[in-house]
């Protein structure tokens, strides 16, 4: 999940490449709605096994009420840091 800041804009997706999607999102080339709102902050992640859990678990939240996705954020990064240097 990323954020353009604290209680800011929220993006869900998901990937293959973490570090690579990252990459095209803080350069600007990950998609539009990145690029429009500065949402460029990782500030959750969780890893599958299947891609198809991955899916599933990415529409599952992109449902879930904001305040939800917040208190997810929250949960484990309550200073909504930014989280990218665990890629390296």
């Known amino acids: 999940m990323l954020a ?10 998901v990937t293959s490449d973490l570090a690579g999607r990252l990459l095209q999102h803080q350069t600007g080339t990950g998609s539009k709605f990145v690029a429009r709102y500065g949402v460029m902050r990782l500030v959750w992640f969780d890893e599958y096994d ?6 599933a678990r990415e529409k599952v939240i992109k449902k879930w009420p904001r305040r ?19 890629l390296l």
């Open 4 to 13: 353009s800041r604290k209680n800011g804009t929220l993006y869900v997706g």
């Open 50 to 55: 299947l891609v198809v859990d991955a899916i």
């Open 68 to 86: 939800w996705k917040i208190n997810l954020i929250e949960e484990h990064n309550p200073h909504w840091r930014d989280i990218s240097w665990h």
